[in-house]
Structures are given as C-alpha cells and as structure tokens.
C-alpha cells in the first residue's frame, strides 16, 4: 500500500494563495494517477484535481478552475496543488490519493469513490478566514 503525505496546508486569508504537497517515501509516484480531494464536516468528500504521470491529463472542480493549478515533479517524487485565489469556502481538509497507471485505468477522476482510488493521504487542513 502507498503511504501518501500531505503537507503545506494553514491558514490564509481570502484571495491568498497555497500550495499543498503530496508525497511518498520507499516508492515512486511517477506510474500513479494522483488526485486532489477535500471534506468539510457534515459533507460528502469531492473531487478538487488529478493529474495522470507524465501529465498527459489533468482535470478540475469547476468550483476550482482557473483558481487551483495542479502538477508534479517525478525527481522531486512529489504532486502539486497551487490553491490561488482562495476563498472561504475552500476551507476543508485536502487529501491526496493514488492509484497505479495500467492498461486499464488510463484517466484521471474527481471520483473519490474507494475503487478509483485505493491509496489515501491522511489529509491536511486548510483554513481561509479573514
């Protein structure tokens, strides 16, 4: 199983920027579609980006396009989501999550659903207040 971290998450006013990190040690990102996803308390988890290896695809939350960026570094072992433009109802905790790059799973999904996405982060706070 991959053990998956997230880090860079705080607190940030509105219109602020963030830049969340996900990463993973003793195995290698870069065969592994990764995801974005965030959950507030007393609400379903939603799909926020992904992003396949070697970029060939990305997708968004339309509530987050043109705002969230996401990317990777395969030397760094790490993926990216560079928040901009934050706004209060961004406030959730954001995990990141993976699954391998096969034949048959080939795209990337705001699906959250456990069988897209088999490895989870624990996730990691992100507050926009003024």
């Known amino acids: 199983q991959l053990q998956l971290v997230e880090s860079g998450g705080g607190l940030v006013q509105p219109g602020g920027s963030l830049r969340l990190s996900c990463t993973t040690s003793?195995?290698?990102?870069?065969?592994?579609?990764v995801g974005w996803f965030r959950q507030v308390p007393g609400k379903e988890r939603e799909g926020v980006s992904c992003?396949?290896?070697?970029?060939?695809?990305?997708d968004y939350a339309d509530s987050v396009k043109g705002r969230f960026t996401t990317s990777r570094d395969d030397v760094k072992n790490t993926v990216y989501l560079q928040m901009n433009s934050l706004k209060l109802e961004d406030t959730a905790v954001y995990y990141c999550?993976?699954?391998?790059?096969?034949?048959?799973?080939?795209?990337?999904?705001?699906?959250?659903?456990?069988?897209?996405?088999?490895?989870w982060g624990q996730g990691i706070q992100v507050t926009v207040s003024t």
């Open positions: 999550a993976a699954v391998p790059l096969t034949p048959f799973r080939t795209i990337c999904t705001l699906d959250p659903g456990q069988m897209w996405y088999p490895d």
């Open positions: 003793g195995s290698s990102l870069d065969d592994y579609i």
């Open positions: 992003i396949t290896p070697s970029r060939t695809m990305t």
